[in-house]
């Protein structure tokens, strides 16, 4: 029996059936764990093969994965936890204030998308909060993402018409959202999903932060067969064993230039005829991306 794993609590599992119906597994045993590295061996979206034996289900084996989108376990281990497995698009949802999603944060899940091969759209949330600085920052990020070649939409999960513009982005695909906490991903879910009950919580006014109400990955299946998962909201988003020299790979506008830097492995930093640095140079990379460029750089040298 098949199925795709919809919810994972570490020991138990919801899986969904091909018949629609969702069930609760266990893993019985030990299975053939694909990631030898990661610290949880079936995650959100993986599609698995059940038995089902004295009126229980048991996840047997996981089916190879077309991708995944991780963390990092905790800072200074090699490990990782994947967040979520066979994803076909993410949305990236990010809010120009309360909360503010930092535009490290923005470019470090834009970079890991692209290295996993995972296709994204930028959902700028909350466009109703209109005070000069969310404004600015607005205009600042829907001029520099498409410049980049990144579709964002300005829109507000509280606006039927953008829900409607949204669905119509999430077609019959498998969909990931991605944000930091209180940017209004389990807002989006129940906007789309009225019976998903998602719990979602006001952003903390004295700190302007979200309050990490959604604490583990869960699938919802939506009306056409759509599937769209909620996550919670992650700051580390990990470049796990990534080369140097790759990173770059990972920023498109910076990909486009690689070919004409005088070394192969040049990581555009201090080498002589770098495309990279004279691009910085002459205003075709913008600062923030480079700057981030350098965070995740020093991060896996
Ligand atoms: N003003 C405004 N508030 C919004 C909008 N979308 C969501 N919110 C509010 O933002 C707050 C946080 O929303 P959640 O959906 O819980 O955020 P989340 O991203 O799921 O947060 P975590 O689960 O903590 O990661 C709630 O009070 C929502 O009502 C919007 O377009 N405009
Ligand atoms: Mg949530
Ligand atoms: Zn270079």
């Not at 034996?53 to 048991?58: C, G, I, P």
């Not at 996981?62 to 963390?71: A, G, T």
């Not at 200074?76 to 076909?88: G, P, R, T, V, Y």
Request: charged content about 25%; glycine content about 6%; some cysteine.
């Amino acid at each position: 029996m098949k199925g795709i794993v919809s919810k994972s609590t570490g020991s138990w599992y919801k899986v969904l059936l091909t018949d629609g119906s969702e069930v609760d597994a266990r893993l019985r045993g030990k299975i053939r764990t694909l990631e030898l590295k990661s610290t949880n061996p079936v995650v959100v979206g993986d599609e698995v093969l059940l038995d089902f034996v004295e009126e229980e289900y048991s996840i047997r084996e996981v089916c190879e994965r077309h991708n995944c989108i991780v963390r990092k376990s905790h800072n200074l281990s090699k490990q990782f936890q994947i967040i979520a497995a066979n994803i076909d698009h993410a949305f990236l949802i990010i809010s120009p204030a309360k909360p503010h999603t930092p535009m490290g944060f923005i470019d470090r899940f834009l970079a890991s998308a692209e290295a996993y091969h995972i296709p994204i759209s930028i959902l700028l949330n909350k466009k109703d909060l209109n005070s000069k600085k969310a404004e600015s920052h607005r205009e600042m990020l829907m001029e520099l993402y498409p410049t980049i070649g990144y579709d964002i939409y300005n829109v507000s999960f509280l606006n039927d018409a953008d829900i409607a513009k949204i669905k119509d982005l999430v077609a019959d695909k498998c969909v990931l959202l991605a944000g930091n906490s209180g940017v209004g991903k389990s807002t989006l879910i129940n906007a789309l999903l009225p019976d998903s009950n998602q719990k979602v919580s006001a952003v903390s006014t004295s700190y302007d932060k979200g309050r990490h109400t959604t604490t583990f990955a869960q699938m919802f299946v939506g009306a056409n067969g759509y599937r769209i998962i909620d996550t919670p909201g992650i700051k580390d988003f990990g470049m796990v064993d990534m080369q140097p020299s790759l990173v770059s790979h990972y920023f498109p506008e910076m990909r486009a230039l690689l070919a004409g830097c005088k070394f192969n492995d040049c990581v555009h930093t201090e080498e002589p005829e770098c495309k990279v640095v004279e691009a910085l140079h002459n205003g075709e990379i913008s600062p923030s991306r480079y700057v981030n460029y350098l965070g995740i750089l020093e991060e896996v040298s």
